[in-house]
């Protein structure tokens, strides 16, 4: 009988975390996260917790209230889930004291999850928000040489 390792396990949990905020369950998500759950990327004045997590993506789902969000790259390795997701919706809510523009955005974030018992523990972040608010017209375009 063959068994899932522990880092199979965690992509598994990532994989439905992204579906239930895919569905826009973001209340739904306290059950991937550990109670003592630490956000090292938390934007300033964020709640502690999970909190921190359901504050972010009740922004992305105000704002683009047709986003989706793509998990493309997982990689494993202990108790550590690399991941790569991309988000792509149209902007029709204000986003980080931008108005909305009607525009249709795609970006990246880059992840790094630390698990405990099937949990994340801890969480490290790297959205590229400069490509988003560029997108969307927040930003100027950067002048080209």
């Known amino acids: 009988m063959l068994t899932q390792t522990t880092e199979e396990l965690n992509k ?47 922004m992305f789902r105000t704002a683009f209230p047709d986003v989706v969000f793509t998990v493309t790259d997982l990689v494993a390795e202990g108790d550590k889930l ?29 992840g790094i999850n630390r698990y405990e018992n099937g949990r994340i523990k801890e969480h490290w972040g790297l959205p590229d928000l400069m490509g988003l608010l560029t997108q969307i017209g927040a930003l100027p375009a950067p002048a080209h040489p």
């Open 12 to 58: 598994e949990r990532y994989r439905a975390f992204v579906a239930e905020l895919n569905k826009g369950n973001i209340d739904g998500v306290d059950e991937f996260f550990a109670p003592d759950y630490t956000e090292h990327s938390a934007p300033p004045g964020a709640p502690p917790g999970v909190e921190t997590i359901k504050m972010v993506f009740h």
């Open 82 to 110: 690399c991941t790569y997701v991309i988000g792509e919706g149209t902007n029709e809510g204000p986003f980080m004291g931008a108005p909305a523009s009607g525009r249709h955005a795609t970006w990246a974030a880059f």
